[in-house]
Nanobody, 123 residues
Framework: QLQFVESGGGLVQPGGSLRLSCVAS????????MGWFRQAPGKEREGVAC????????NYADSVRGRFIISRDNAKSEAYLQMNSLKPEDTAVYYC????????????????WGQGTQVTVSS
């Protein structure tokens, strides 16, 4: 089963940027579409950005489209989320997961979520 370890989060001021990374293990990342998901305090987990297995297709939540960029390097078993023009409402724990339905980019049910990486946007 594919597992991920996320990193790159931190505290950033509004308007700033962060680049999140996740490293996959347990299987060949290139076999899977995958995505970034986030959960803010008191809110349900939501899809942020998803990408097809080869990287040719991407899908973004309306709230991040034009600001975030998802990418992947299957040779390194890594995926990334470049986050620009960050807003306080982007504050959340961010997670990677395999997501076969990358065109809808919904959090996969019954997923064994990792630790995630905390992103806090605040002045």
């Amino acid at each position: 089963q594919l597992q991920f370890v996320e990193s790159g989060g931190g505290l950033v001021q509004p308007g700033g940027s962060l680049r999140l990374s996740c490293v996959a293990s347990g299987d060949t990342l290139g076999y899977y579409a995958m995505g970034w998901f986030r959960q803010a305090p008191g809110k349900e987990r939501e899809g942020v950005a998803c990408i097809s297995s080869a990287g040719g297709g991407t899908n973004y939540a309306d709230s991040v489209r034009g600001r975030f960029i998802i990418s992947r390097d299957n040779a390194k078993s890594e995926a990334y989320l470049q986050m620009n023009s960050l807003k306080p409402e982007d504050t959340a724990v961010y997670y990677c997961a395999a997501e076969a339905a990358w065109t809808s980019c919904k959090p996969p049910p019954n997923n064994d979520w990792g630790q995630g990486t905390q992103v806090t946007v605040s002045s």
